[in-house]
C-alpha cells in the first residue's frame, strides 16, 4: 500500500502563491511603460518604479516609487494618487486580470537612507583618519 506525502506543514495553512510576486511584476513593468511613454504631468517625469507587492487576494496592489533627491516627492504622489484611475483603466486593459488592484502609491526612501548612511560612514572614516594623523604627529 502506497502512502501520499503531505507537502504541507501543520499549521501554516497552503503554501505562498508566487502568482501575486508575478502580477507585481507585471504592474511594475507596464506602469514604468506607460510612465515613459504617456506621461503628461510634468510632476511624474522623473519617477521611477523600484518595487511593488500585490495582496494574496490580487485586490491591493502597494507601488514604491523613487525621484531624484531635487525632486519633490509629495508632488510627484500627489500626481500619481490623481492618475491612479488612469492607470487602472490601462491595467485593466493590458493584464487580462479578472478584477484589477487598487493602486496604493508609497514614496521609497531606502535609498535616500542608504546615501545618508553612506555620508554619515564617510564623515568617520575621514574624521577617523584625521584623529590617527594627530595621534602619530604627537607622537612622531
Given at each position: 500500500m502506497r502512502q501520499e506525502f503531505n507537502f504541507t506543514l501543520p499549521g501554516l495553512g497552503k503554501p505562498k502563491s508566487s502568482r501575486p510576486d508575478r502580477i507585481a511584476e507585471a504592474v511594475t513593468q507596464e506602469l514604468a511603460m506607460l510612465l515613459r511613454q504617456e506621461a503628461g504631468d510634468v510632476r511624474l517625469q522623473r519617477v521611477s518604479f523600484s518595487r511593488a507587492q500585490v495582496s494574496p487576494d490580487?485586490?491591493?496592489?502597494?507601488?514604491?516609487?523613487?525621484?531624484?533627491?531635487?525632486?519633490?516627492?509629495a508632488a510627484a504622489l500627489k500626481a500619481l494618487q490623481h492618475a491612479s484611475g488612469f492607470f487602472r483603466s490601462h491595467l485593466a486593459k493590458t493584464?487580462?486580470?479578472?478584477?484589477t488592484p487598487d493602486l496604493l502609491f508609497y514614496h521609497d526612501r531606502q535609498s535616500e537612507e542608504a546615501e545618508r548612511?553612506?555620508?554619515?560612514?564617510?564623515?568617520?572614516r575621514s574624521h577617523d583618519e584625521q584623529t590617527s594623523e594627530e595621534d602619530s604627529d604627537e607622537r612622531g
Open positions: 490580487l485586490k491591493l496592489a502597494k507601488i514604491w516609487f523613487t525621484v531624484p533627491e531635487e525632486a519633490n516627492a493584464l487580462n486580470l479578472r478584477r548612511l553612506e555620508r554619515i560612514f564617510r564623515e568617520l
